[in-house]
Structure formats: structure tokens, C-alpha cells
């Protein structure tokens, strides 16, 4: 046990999926995951442990663990579930604003880059604006399942902000202007702390809401979206082989 998390040694799986959202890590358990069990509730932040059948059959133990909304709360999960019960793989499934008009509602965004103004490593590289990227393993694995399944899917930098209600336009206008694809609140972290730690991590992000065009998804639609996302997460951790 942690601070953070209840679980006992042994009930967290060496791949995990990181939504933001604890209640999405409820659904996303129950949905994709054979005899999920409960094993983290400690301030309401849920997690589940169960295995995921691949397509060929063979089963693979997986945690779905949500990490709260932005960059503080994600790297302290992140941080106890890699230090401190061995996770090797953490991908990030969650819900993406698009900052390019080609970029659309219900498309993926696989993050191969995350900038950020600041997050909690930034008082370690002082001066220096580190590059935090998604392992390539992941991405490529991430990119050939989502193009097998004909889901629409980008990669590229993104933009992990601080803050949920910008006041920074002119950041915002700079940030289009040079090509960034979505914006979102924890990849830039949870990159850092993986190459930090020297474990893989990958952002798959499913556009909810487009910052040009200013559409969002209707609630009874984000579930089926967010599956797609999900199926592309897990395909990747466990690329079929050959793949």
C-alpha cells in the first residue's frame, strides 16, 4: 500500500491504462476486462485489475487505474504505480479538445509529444525545456491497431495545459500555428516520469470537443467513441505478432 493506493503487492499488473476520469476506469474495467477486481477506492480515485483476451486468445493482466484531473494528481499515481508496484507500461486514455481544423470530433490523437508551461518536473530541469515523447514502440503498435480498425487517427505533438479554463489566447493561437494537434492535462507528466524511470508510456486521446469549430460530443455518444480509444490502448500494449 501507498499513500494513494490500497492495493497489496501483487494486485497491480505491469501494464496499466490511465483515464482521468475514476468512474471511466470503472466502465473501462467491466467492459474490456475479464474477472476485474477492485483494488484501489482510497479517496474515491478507482481501480481495477482483471486480464484482456487478444484476439488469438491469450490473456494478458491489465489495471485500469483513473489519475484525477491534471498533471499534480497524475504524477501521484504514476509516480507509487511505477516506483512502487513495478507498472512497465502506463498509457493514458482520455478525452482531447482538437486544435487543427482537420483534426475532428471522435478521431484519435496518438500524442508523440507533449508540450506544457509547466508541470511538476519543471523545478528539476530549471532552465531547461526537456522534450518529454511517447515511447515509438507504442505509438507505431498504437498507429497500426487504429488503422486496422479504420478509426481516424493523427499523431503529433500535443499541448498538456495547467489549467482547464485558459485565459492564455495568444498561447493558444501560437500553439495552432505551429501544428499542435489537441490539447489535454496529463501526457507531458506522465512522459517525463516514464523516461525518468525508463518505462513506456503513449496518450491515446479521443477528441471530445474541437476548440476552432467549438463542437462536442453529446454524452450518449462519448462511450462508444471512448471504446474505440480503448481497443487501440490495449492492442498496443500486446501488438499481435508480426505486427
Given at each position: 500500500m501507498t499513500f494513494h493506493i490500497g492495493a497489496?503487492?501483487?494486485?497491480?499488473?505491469?501494464?496499466?491504462?490511465?483515464?482521468?476520469?475514476?468512474?471511466?476506469?470503472?466502465?473501462a474495467a467491466l467492459k474490456f476486462l475479464e474477472n476485474p477486481v477492485l483494488v484501489n477506492e482510497v479517496r474515491g480515485m478507482l481501480g481495477y485489475t482483471g486480464?484482456?483476451?487478444?484476439?488469438?486468445?491469450k490473456e494478458h493482466p491489465v489495471t485500469i487505474h483513473g489519475s484525477g484531473m491534471g498533471m499534480p494528481s497524475l504524477s501521484i499515481y504514476a509516480n507509487e504505480l511505477i516506483r512502487d508496484y513495478g507498472a512497465q507500461t502506463i498509457i493514458r486514455i482520455g478525452s482531447a479538445g482538437?486544435?487543427?481544423?482537420?483534426?475532428?470530433?471522435?478521431?484519435?490523437?496518438?500524442?508523440?509529444?507533449?508540450?506544457?508551461?509547466?508541470?511538476p518536473?519543471?523545478?528539476?530541469?530549471?532552465?531547461?525545456?526537456?522534450?518529454?515523447?511517447a515511447d515509438f514502440g507504442l505509438l507505431a503498435a498504437a498507429h497500426a491497431a487504429a488503422s486496422a480498425q479504420g478509426v481516424p487517427v493523427h499523431v503529433g505533438g500535443?499541448?498538456?495545459?495547467?489549467?482547464?479554463?485558459?485565459?492564455?489566447?495568444?498561447?493558444?493561437?501560437?500553439?495552432?500555428?505551429?501544428?499542435?494537434?489537441?490539447?489535454?492535462?496529463?501526457?507531458?507528466?506522465?512522459?517525463?516520469?516514464a523516461a525518468r524511470y525508463n518505462r513506456r508510456a503513449l496518450a491515446v486521446l479521443t477528441i471530445s470537443d474541437h476548440l476552432l469549430t467549438h463542437e462536442a460530443l453529446p454524452?450518449?455518444?462519448r462511450e462508444t467513441s471512448f471504446a474505440?480509444?480503448?481497443?487501440?490502448a490495449l492492442n498496443a500494449a500486446f501488438p499481435a505478432r508480426g505486427a
Open positions: 497489496r503487492h501483487g494486485e497491480i499488473a505491469e501494464t496499466v491504462l490511465l483515464p482521468g476520469d475514476p468512474y471511466r476506469a470503472k466502465w486480464t484482456w483476451r487478444d484476439p488469438s486468445g482538437a486544435m487543427q481544423e482537420h483534426v475532428k470530433l471522435r478521431d484519435v490523437v496518438l500524442a508523440q509529444t507533449a508540450s506544457c508551461a509547466g508541470s518536473s519543471r523545478t528539476i530541469f530549471r532552465e531547461l525545456n526537456f522534450a518529454p515523447a500535443i499541448y498538456s495545459s495547467d489549467t482547464f479554463y485558459d485565459e492564455r489566447q495568444d498561447l493558444t493561437a501560437q500553439l495552432m500555428r505551429h501544428g499542435c494537434l489537441a490539447v489535454e492535462m496529463e501526457a507531458a507528466e506522465l512522459y517525463t516520469l454524452a450518449s455518444e474505440a480509444m480503448i481497443d487501440i
